[in-house]
């Protein structure tokens, strides 16, 4: 047996561990009573000791080695380098940081769920501060590690090979035009009419119309499942992939699009490279990849009018109870484009989206980077919302700095994922229609060649490439935020 | 940290893990699309070899021997002692016939779903050669560590304490009133008119109606579910007990009682002492003692005139387009009453199904002690049925020696637990009216006096004593079935 071979083996076995976890973790949000929490929580803590233990065998530092003098095809080595930077990624920091981190993530988590409802930013400050505190630690650390920044260090968990000067880049350039666009298209809305749904919308009724989606979009039902949990994720392993929604009886517009989302994460999955399932080179890329694609699925397809128009008729079908004026194309298609500040970044739209993503990269950087305190961040909040989007948050924690969930477990570095994804889909999506009529393909509802395009430059790739080298592979140039700049241009104005 | 308290941390790990195997268990049965099969079935796999690893681990020999030396409560003691029996267990068969018995025993098990299917005795009994064997091989290893016969170790598996001396004089005093008896209800029961479910039964009445039956049965929908499996059980954990059922939507009388029945198991899992949560002491004390709580829940409440009348009305009302006369108290009571010898033992009424249990019961015995070979299992069973049941089922394999799927895996020494739990059942029955009125507690619909008895004499004693001393403490004697004759002649008679 190579070393090669050893390496595989385990990190096969490795993924099947976190296929446990993957399912148990998808039960707890989805089917679990609430009085099994405690255990499950316990079990889960368990496994996921199991899964760091695994992740840093004192064997694997040998083997990696080993491994890198051995003759391997592009493939494999891919395969190695992917390896080694889960293996780095996880023995860098101490035991006793990652169990304290996890700690006080929880805690601070758990505090949150009451405290942000309180609107209580003191009592969270506390907590807050503690895992600040310990991601600053563990930042230095990964950053001496790996030669760069602290906050390019935690952005490498989630984004391998993008850093803060790419982003200030891409973010500096973008906020040149995305504040006025954003008045323009406000301006441009004014004006226009349209009916809110209003009425009945079943659960069940919802629930079909979102499979009719799911199948329209070649979800395989054989490998996943569409379910209800109170935050949608999308979930499971590569051959069951388990999507969730969670449904308003008073309005299906969001959960539908929503589905449609998760559908472009699921897709991902259950298009990866099936010769490498549970290798890592057999992973998706990256968070921003993984969220270019529901936003392709979503912002790209979803929202487009023909889109729109292709799935009237059955929207008409399932509520046929409701005023066909709401239901028609026209004002379901100003419904699904409407622009319009807010608080809330998830509840954004396109336009406004990339404006709550970019002033949290820059409090999460500064953070980080040691440049500022926890204590500033309210502050801060409170500045850039008013700059970037003017809105005014002051005093509101609750719908300002204290709305997600991603700093509660120092998750710093995640943010910029989301926008990165809507970047990727826009430039994905110009390099689809340079080859293929997009329109067509989705008033005849044949998207099979759109998916085919998807399927062989993104999803069977896994993480063979870099980032970098798949953008440039699949649409011949590097990472260009001019093409959102244009989807939105044209879609919008 | 004395030995006994490593002793209650590993344990209580793996636990932790099994817990993980019941909800990726029961995601397998009710939730998992097919297409996830093979993945899931390779991450269990990986699983029950943690575990196995766990259970044998190497430190264990010596914290068990020595933590016996140490100062214990009497629930310390219990708790050492069935620690010490579930590790005797696993570390007594070696692994690579461990190995061998779990591959032929999924080949088996795998094959027989199709040869089943083809009456296809031939083709099954290579693979079930194969299984004989290898558990042969595994009884002998465990009666020499045991000191007993080869059955005696198997049964010591599923119900410790009792041997097949005790079951040959349970079941030979059984036998002596058995099949007349059974005679007797027929002949009383020919004259009888009832009129048999016909109309549509839509699943979500069944489940409102099964829900309905639950709350009244004092199941806690905080720490458990009910889904949907081809084969119903009861799964998950203690603090989170998931049961299932199959639903027929022209019949709902098997349905309801599949229900009430997996309730008794849920009730004993829920009620188990909490402040031995993970520990094998806090584990349910036998499968015998499970079916009992089961079959108490099914025969002794569940078909009861008081409880099928306290039901009806419920019943009624759940399906208000179906004939009431079909849906009347008397024809409901004659329905779930009703006595006939069938082929299958998961079919069969509680007047016949101990025949059912006592010719796999000496065929399996038999088999195990080597008296007889796999071949000659067609025949004796087709000589038992005759004589037990007056059923021919000559060349009928299907619906004979290949129905059941217990045999395919090993699972040698089984069988007996059903019908010890009916007679465990009828014991405790007794023992409660003699100082409760269960009618009446029926009739108002209280049933919180009967499952205060359940829960102090059984539930909350886990495995703390033995099952003999447990049912003489709970009942002032012996397992006696005499309980259980005078049960069913008062109930057929
Ligand atoms: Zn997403
Ligand atoms: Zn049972």
Known sequence: MTYYQKLTAHFAKLDRFNHLAAVCGWDQATMMPTGGNQARGEAMAELALHIHQLRTAPQLADWLSEAKEETLSIIEAA?????????????????????????????????????????????????????????QQEAQIRAQANNCSAYDAMLDLYEPGVDSAQLDGLFGDMKTWLT?????????????????????????????????????????????????????????????????????????????????????????????????AGQ?????????????????????????????????????????HIDKAMLSEQNLLKLYTRVQP????????????????????EIERDLMNQKISYRDVPDLWQHKMQAYLGVDTAGNFKDGCMQDIHWTDGSFGYFPS???????????????????????????????????????????????MTTAELIKHATGESLNVEHFRLHLQSRYL
């Open 79 to 135: 395969n190695l380098r992917e390896m080694t930077r889960s293996w780095q990624q996880a023995t860098v920091i101490p035991d006793d940081l990652v169990q304290a981190k996890s700690l006080a993530g929880s805690r601070c988590e758990h505090a949150w769920r009451t405290q942000r409802a309180n609107n209580d930013w003191q009592g969270f400050s506390t907590h807050f501060a503690e895992v600040v505190s310990l991601s």
């Open 280 to 320: 890592p080179a057999g992973f998706a890329r990256s968070m921003g990849l993984h969220e270019s694609q529901s936003l392709f699925f979503e912002m790209q397809l979803g929202r487009s009018d023909a889109f729109i128009s292709a799935l009237t008729a059955n929207i008409q079908r399932v509520f046929p």
């Open 180 to 276: 006025p666009l954003t008045q323009q298209i406000i301006e441009k809305q004014q004006s226009e009419q349209f009916i809110q749904p209003s009425g009945l919308f079943a659960v069940e009724q919802q629930q079909a119309l979102g499979k009719y989606a799911m199948a329209l979009l070649g979800f395989d039902f054989n490998h996943g499942r569409l379910d209800i949990s109170s935050h949608p994720f999308c979930g499971g392993t590569p051959s069951d992939v388990r999507i969730t929604t969670r449904y308003d009886e008073s309005d299906f517009v969001q959960s539908l699009m929503g589905i449609i989302h998760e559908t472009g994460h699921a897709r991902y999955e259950q298009g990866l490279p099936k010769s490498l």
């Open 342 to 361: 807010g608080f809330i970044r998830v509840d954004a739209d396109e336009v406004t989206y990339p404006a709550h993503v970019m002033l949290r990269y």
């Open 418 to 464: 989301y926008t990165l994804g809507a970047m990727y889909a826009a430039q994905f999506m110009a390099a689809i229609k340079s080859v293929i009529d997009v329109n067509q393909c989705i008033q005849t509802g044949d998207l099979a060649a759109i998916f085919a395009w998807l399927e062989s430059h993104i999803w069977q790739k896994g993480s063979i």
